[in-house]
């Protein structure tokens, strides 16, 4: 029940492209999503999160969407740059578990120039 | 601002061996975690704590211990290393909010690589 599903496990798109990354949850408790940027020999960096009281949110090129009824949620990164090239991790909370996250297992993007 | 940091960067342990790996961050955050990295398993929850003198374990606690005697350090301790427990350990630190909620105010340190051999 405290799991968070991710996919792809690996992405590879061109630039300019969107890559849309893919999460699913089971604990309907869970009521914060948020998602995270890792590059390489670094730690995870908040990139953009949600609350399941909306069904999008937009951060620049970062676009959450969220569909409560099907317990899942997706990234959608807009015109694709080669620096957009990471690992991306989806995360839920919720109130009874405090501020402890449970991570989806992570996707490499790799934004081809 | 530091920021979180993290000490060592890389460590290389023989099984049985104890070590401990600091953490620290400048921002006077209530609330700080450790998790472990493993490829394919994302970030899992060691321990965290809710402010200083408070602990409390996460989903894989075993063979860790930690202790929090002032806002800013929470160092994590492996009692006797095994080889299971080559990971990339992260800390992490944020405001506490209590039942208002998470907060989007996570920070993670840069981590530590360690090797159990």
């Known amino acids: 029940q405290q799991q968070v599903k991710q996919s792809p496990q690996s992405l590879i798109v061109q630039k300019g492209g969107i890559p849309i990354i893919n999460c699913a949850y089971e604990n309907t408790a869970f009521d914060y999503f948020p998602w995270y940027q890792q590059f390489p020999g670094k730690g995870p960096a908040l990139l953009i999160a949600i609350r399941p009281d909306v069904s999008e949110k937009k951060e620049g090129r970062f676009t959450i969407s969220f569909n409560k009824s099907a317990k899942q949620f997706s990234l959608h990164i807009m015109d694709s740059q080669p620096g957009d090239s990471a690992t991306y991790f989806c995360?839920?909370?919720?109130?009874?578990?405090?501020?402890?996250?449970?991570f989806g297992p992570g996707t490499r993007l790799s934004v081809l120039p | 601002n530091a920021g979180v940091t993290q000490t060592p960067k890389f460590q290389v342990l023989k099984t049985g061996q104890s070590m401990t790996l600091q953490c620290a961050q400048d921002m006077n955050h209530e609330y700080m975690s450790w998790y472990r990295q493993d490829p394919g398993m994302g970030l899992r929850l060691i321990h965290y704590?809710?402010?200083?003198?408070?602990?409390d374990q996460g989903e894989v606690p075993n063979g860790y211990n930690v202790s929090r005697s002032t806002t800013e350090d929470f160092p994590l301790r492996l009692l006797s290393a095994a080889p299971s427990q080559t990971s990339v350990y992260f800390c992490a630190s944020s405001y506490f909010q209590g039942l208002a909620g998470p907060t989007d105010t996570q920070y993670f340190g840069p981590g530590t690589r360690l090797t159990v051999l």
């Open positions: 704590s809710v402010g200083a003198g408070i602990t």
């Open positions: 995360a839920a909370s919720m109130l009874d578990y405090g501020q402890n996250f449970v």
